[in-house]
């Protein structure tokens, strides 16, 4: 199963932006990023599968998920930040074969430790 480490959280300003890393022992076609806030779900937020793109509509627009399959790599670049973006980041792989990568977190069969995003007003 495929270990997951996330890097790059921390403390910013609203408005400002963050870049998330997520360091992985081998490259998975289909890996996600989901967030959970305190006495919230779990949500997702962006999923990569094979190059493609899909993001939640909260962070449409400000958040872009990439992948670096050359360094094992997951990143999520988050720009705009706002107050509502403050959880518990969360990178996720899905290591069964075929093409259904949804945006749910029971999809998933590796998770990261998670890494705290605080966003002030």
């Known amino acids: 199963q495929v270990q997951l480490v996330e890097f790059g959280g921390g403390s910013v300003q609203a408005g400002g932006s963050l870049r998330l890393s997520c360091a992985a022992s081998y490259s998975s076609d289909c890996m996600s990023w989901f967030r959970q806030a305190p006495g919230k779900e779990r949500e997702g937020v962006a999923r990569i599968y094979r190059g493609g793109t899909y993001y939640a509509d909260s962070v449409k627009g400000r958040f872009t998920i990439s992948q670096d399959n050359a360094k094992n790599t997951l990143y999520l670049e988050m720009t705009s930040l706002k107050p509502e973006d403050t959880a518990m980041y969360y990178c996720?792989?899905?290591?069964?074969?075929?093409?259904?990568?949804?945006?749910?977190?029971?999809?998933?069969?590796?998770w990261g430790q998670g890494t705290q995003v605080t966003v002030s007003s």
């Open positions: 996720a792989a899905r290591s069964f074969s075929g093409s259904w990568c949804p945006l749910l977190a029971h999809a998933y069969n590796a």
